[in-house]
Each structure stands twice: as structure tokens, then as C-alpha cells.
């Protein structure tokens, strides 16, 4: 199965926000810094995530865990119990 156009670009495009997530943290990346990495202009940017937060979210990031780190959230962890 061949992945089409949009969805090639769309996937450089989330590789281009990992590497921006990884260097400079959700806090301190703006959607100008994603299209930056990727070579785009905003506008071309926000025809496949409309929002910033949809960027981050698609690229399996949790904003929240982002939020103060530009570490990767996969090295975090969350207690889901109550106490």
C-alpha cells in the first residue's frame, strides 16, 4: 500500500515538530519554529493541523508533559492512582 501525497508531507511535518519538541520543549515552540524545521510557511502548516495543539497532540506528544521540559515525554511517567 503506498501512502499518498498528503500523507507523506503530513508525516514530515510531524517529524519536523518532534525534532522542534525535542530541542526546544512545547513551551518554548511556537507554530512558527514547526514550520521553520520543516521548510514550510505557517499557512502550509495549518492546512494539515489547523491548531497547534493538533500538531502536538498528532505527534504523540502530551502537551502538558511538554509543557516544561524539552525533554521527551516518553522518559516521564504519570500516577494514574489515587492517593
Partial sequence: MTATKG????AELLDAA?????????ANAALRDFAAEAGVRIGHLQHY???????????GRSPR??????????S???NTSAT
Fill in 18 to 26: 518532534e525534532r522542534v519538541l525535542t530541542t526546544r520543549g512545547n
Fill in 76 to 78: 516521564s511517567t504519570v
Fill in 49 to 59: 493541523f489547523p491548531t497547534r495543539a493538533d500538531l502536538i497532540w498528532k505527534s
Fill in 65 to 74: 508533559a511538554m509543557s516544561r521540559s524539552p525533554r521527551s515525554c516518553a
Fill in 7 to 10: 500523507a507523506k508531507r503530513q
